[in-house]
């Protein structure tokens, strides 16, 4: 168990609806990652929150957001969902630190359009 | 732009043996991390070894080492005395420093299967 956890665990729904996925990241953690995991695009970064402010953005498309609240925790929310967007979803958090110290897993989100 | 990339789509291996899996990266930056995740059939993404640029010594992590060899720009991931449990699809992925804020950018994996 990383630590870091994400609701909800698998996610079926259709073309052109609005989703919301969910993560906890450890105790102590300041920094939440979003990743996307598909067949045909790999791993790929999302989008980096550092203690509620957004600090780094890669290929999120437009119909995707995403925020970190108060309380740490942060939201993927994805809108206007295509057949595409079915994917493995992680959240990742790292403790306050240098750029390089190991990012924990969550379980992933594993989201399918029909 | 920081590149990985892992040219073994499948690796067999057989239990006890040792097995390498071969990682490249790319970047212009001096400064960085390599790191290693297993991913069983389950999903979940498992830290195993991370090397920094700097560092001196390859990585070790009980069976698991990293072959850092920077002038060629290489990281690969050495697994000794294989398990059957080892069986999964392993990344190696980077993260440099400034602007980057830690991002992990990921090869595409490398299956493993482990033959008893």
């Known amino acids: 168990d990383s630590g870091v956890t994400q609701t909800p665990k698998h996610l079926i729904t259709a073309t052109g609806q609005r989703v919301t996925l969910r993560c906890s990241p450890r105790s102590g953690d300041l920094s939440v990652y979003w990743y996307q995991q598909s067949l045909d695009q790999g791993l790929q970064f999302l989008i980096q929150?550092?203690?509620?402010?957004?600090?780094a953005k890669g290929n999120i498309l437009e119909r995707f957001s995403a925020q970190q609240f108060p309380d740490l925790h942060s939201e993927l929310n994805l809108s206007s969902l295509e057949l595409g967007d079915s994917a493995l979803y992680f959240c990742a958090s790292r403790a306050p630190g240098t750029s390089f110290d190991e990012q924990f897993f969550g379980p992933g989100t594993r989201l399918t359009v029909l | 732009a920081q590149k990985i990339t892992q040219t073994q789509p499948g690796m067999f291996v057989q239990e006890k043996e040792a097995v390498t899996l071969d990682c490249t990266y790319d970047t212009s930056d001096p400064s960085y991390g390599l790191f290693w995740y297993k991913q069983p059939s389950s999903g979940e993404m498992i830290f195993l070894i991370y090397?920094?640029?700097?560092?001196?010594q390859n990585a070790t992590e009980g069976r698991y080492s990293l072959n850092f060899q920077k002038a060629r720009k290489s990281a690969n991931l050495v697994i000794s005395a294989s398990q059957l449990g080892d069986s999964a699809m392993y990344f190696c992925?980077?993260?440099?420093?400034?602007?980057?804020?830690?991002?992990?950018?990921f090869g595409q994996g490398t299956i493993l299967t482990v033959h008893p």
């Open positions: 929150y550092y203690n509620g402010e957004e600090r």
């Open positions: 090397q920094g640029s700097y560092d001196q």
């Open positions: 992925a980077m993260a440099v420093g400034g602007t980057s804020y830690g991002k992990l950018t």
